[in-house]
């Protein structure tokens, strides 16, 4: 059984990154005593953040740039907030056929998300 996966990213500036996950997703940063490491977490989805400066810029991965699909409860409301807030869309919200109402982002590193709500499967 797997729970609650936590995500590791390299990214170019950690507080660039922090300051990301905080107003735009609504992250909370977590105080840790790790010298270039910043740690996010909404509800129990965990991501480790660690600067690479010299790394590949996730931008530049193209369709590997992808790293989580998240599940959200008041998908809608998430949508209109992280919106509002200055995310940049790579997908609309829109439902599926294989019963998820999704959408996807690009963060201010490059990283892709996709979020998805279940609306159910058609008959």
């Known amino acids: 059984m797997l729970r609650k996966p936590r995500y590791v990213l390299a990214v170019h500036d950690v507080e660039r990154t922090a300051a990301y996950y905080r107003d735009v997703l609504g992250f909370e940063i977590l105080d840790i005593d790790a010298p270039g490491w910043r740690f996010f977490v909404n509800g129990d989805c965990y991501v480790m953040a660690g600067e690479c400066r010299d790394a590949l810029p996730a931008a530049e991965l193209g369709d590997h740039s992808?790293?989580?699909y998240i599940g959200v409860d008041a998908i809608d409301d998430y949508y209109r907030?992280?919106?509002?807030?200055?995310?940049?869309?790579?997908?609309?919200?829109?439902?599926?056929?294989?019963?998820?109402?999704?959408?996807?982002?690009?963060?201010?590193?490059?990283?892709?998300?996709?979020?998805?709500?279940?609306?159910?499967l058609p008959k």
């Open 81 to 120: 907030d992280v919106r509002a807030r200055g995310a940049e869309e790579v997908k609309s919200i829109r439902n599926e056929p294989w019963g998820m109402r999704e959408f996807g982002i690009r963060t201010v590193d490059g990283h892709r998300i996709m979020f998805g709500s279940p609306v159910g």
């Open 66 to 68: 992808y790293f989580a």
